[in-house]
């Protein structure tokens, strides 16, 4: 079983279009993360939802929207992909209160825009 | 504001080498410290960690202790082996509640047999 599952691995895309990452977790964590992976690995934070809260934006472009229907499900949904968009984009999900810093990451998902 | 800074990589040593990838920090207050590894394929995963100064974390083999004085949460493992080949990433969090992680470059090791 998969704790924090995301889909697609793989997206290739032309500049201009909108896509969407799907990410689900099954342990019951109250908090879920997206963070963004450039091609020198740099990690950086873009939101982070708790019961479906936004309660990170780290100065993200208005083209990226996370969407929380639910605290299991954290959905990003960017608009007119840029070049620059192009990433590795990992989903983790936490549980506040208990341990501290301990993030559980999905596979990641691999956009490339054209 | 927070940073972390690791050493760049890649690193390659052969298997039972001993191994230390150094990492330092610049926070506010008392941030807590991490170091999180990523193998071939797959997301993040937690190593180890340490909340307070001088706490020492490890995990697997791996050892970190966290420095006040120098500001520092260097890695070490005694002997690797090839299975050890990964991204490593140290961290920090300064932000209770909201587990808002501060990530440095990361720093590829490759272990040759």
């Known amino acids: 079983d998969t704790a924090v599952s995301q889909t697609p691995k793989y997206l290739v895309t032309q500049m201009g279009n909108d896509k969407s990452i799907k990410c689900e977790q099954n342990?019951?964590?109250?908090?879920m993360y997206w963070y963004k992976q450039d091609s020198k690995k740099f990690l950086k934070i873009m939101f982070s939802?708790?019961?479906?809260?936004?309660?990170i934006n780290e100065t993200v472009p208005n083209r990226f929207s996370p969407k929380s229907p639910d605290k299991a499900h954290l959905n990003l949904h960017i608009n007119s992909l840029e070049l620059g968009d192009s990433a590795v984009y990992f989903c983790?999900?936490?549980?506040?209160?208990?341990?501290?810093?301990?993030?559980?990451f999905g596979e990641g998902s691999r956009l490339t825009v054209l | 504001g927070n940073s972390v800074t690791q050493m760049e990589g890649p690193v390659t040593l052969s298997e039972e080498a001993f191994l230390t990838i150094n990492c330092t920090y610049t926070?506010?207050?008392?941030?807590?410290l991490f170091w999180y590894v990523q193998y071939p394929g797959e997301g993040l995963q937690l190593l180890l960690k340490?909340?307070?100064?001088?706490d020492k974390g490890s995990n697997k083999g791996f050892e970190a202790t966290y420095r006040k004085e120098t500001t520092s949460f260097h890695l070490e493992k005694g002997s690797v082996q090839v299975s050890d080949s990964a991204v490593y990433f140290c961290?920090?969090?300064?932000?209770?509640?909201?587990?808002?992680?501060?990530f440095g470059q990361g720093t590829r090791l490759t272990i040759n047999p």
């Open positions: 939802y708790n019961n479906k809260e936004l309660i």
């Open positions: 983790a999900s936490s549980q506040v209160g208990l341990a501290v810093g301990e993030l559980f």
């Open positions: 342990l019951g964590h109250d908090t």
């Open positions: 961290a920090l969090s300064s932000l209770q509640g909201a587990q808002k992680l501060v």
């Open positions: 340490a909340t307070k100064a001088d």
């Open positions: 926070a506010t207050g008392y941030p807590s």
